[in-house]
């Protein structure tokens, strides 16, 4: 194996280690896509070194002790080379996903931010509309507190006047009970006296009645005797006469 040979390998070895560390410590998108486009150029550089001088350099027939070391390691340094590829090749398509995952969660940002303004504008037309309800209830209430001290001074006015009505009418209906009383007294008394007047009277008709047999029968005495001495003229002018 040329010293050229071995440099090269040293150098591939070198740029893998590096290729890994740098992949290791550096973990944005930009960073390893750069990582990614190195070791691509740098495998490709060794698929060209691999095909020009596999025959000799891979042949294990016809060399020393120190070229099969060095092969076997080369071969190993290749198996983790593809290793490495594989987990490349696994990174590569979990930085995909994680794009499109950035990607989507973007759109979703995008959209929760769109709603978020969107819930902003609704919020500050209700906080106008409950600041405008606000208003037309403090209005209201305020409205209320005049209709009601009104309504307290009137009630007070309506009671104060019930009260002098109430008391108008007690004094009334004492004056009346007064008076009923009176007057019951005074219809018994009436009664009362009715009642002598009306034995008073029942005298007076009686002695009236009496009066008037009395007369009546004095008028016929009268009238008798009137008639007998009518007769007893005309019976002492009549011979005379003759």
């Known amino acids: 194996m040329s010293k050229d040979t071995k440099n090269k390998s040293k150098g591939w070895f070198k740029g893998v280690l590096s290729t890994q560390n740098q992949f290791e410590q550096n973990s944005s998108e930009e960073d390893v896509i750069e990582i990614v486009e190195d070791d691509f150029i740098m495998q490709e550089e060794t698929n060209d070194l691999d095909s020009s001088s596999n025959k000799d350099l891979f042949s294990k027939d016809n060399q020393d002790k120190i070229a099969l070391d060095m092969i076997v390691s080369l071969e190993n340094m290749l198996n983790d080379r593809q290793l490495i590829l594989y987990k490349k090749e696994g990174l590569e398509n979990q930085l995909h996903t994680a794009n499109e995952t950035i990607s989507r969660l973007k759109h979703d940002l995008m959209k929760k931010d769109q709603l978020t303004h969107d819930k902003d504008k609704e919020i500050?037309?209700?906080?106008?509309?409950?600041?405008?309800?606000?208003?037309?209830?403090?209005?209201?209430?305020?409205?209320?507190?005049?209709?009601?001290?009104?309504?307290?001074?009137?009630?007070?006015?309506?009671?104060?006047?019930?009260?002098?009505?109430?008391?108008?009418?007690?004094?009334?209906?004492?004056?009346?009970?007064?008076?009923?009383?009176?007057?019951?007294?005074?219809?018994?008394?009436?009664?009362?006296?009715?009642?002598?007047?009306?034995?008073?009277?029942?005298?007076?008709?009686?002695?009236?009645?009496?009066?008037l047999g009395e007369k009546n029968e004095l008028m016929q005495t009268i009238n008798d005797f009137t008639e007998r001495m009518s007769f007893s003229f005309s019976s002492k002018a009549t011979p005379s006469e003759e």
Do not use: W
């Open 124 to 211: 500050r037309v209700l906080e106008s509309n409950l600041t405008n309800k606000q208003m037309g209830y403090d209005q209201l209430l305020e409205d209320y507190k005049d209709y009601q001290s009104t309504s307290n001074n009137d009630f007070q006015k309506i009671s104060n006047q019930l009260e002098k009505e109430m008391n108008k009418y007690n004094m009334l209906n004492e004056e009346s009970t007064n008076s009923q009383y009176q007057n019951m007294l005074a219809i018994r008394e009436l009664e009362e006296k009715v009642r002598t007047l009306e034995v008073e009277n029942q005298k007076y008709a009686e002695q009236c009645a009496q009066i």
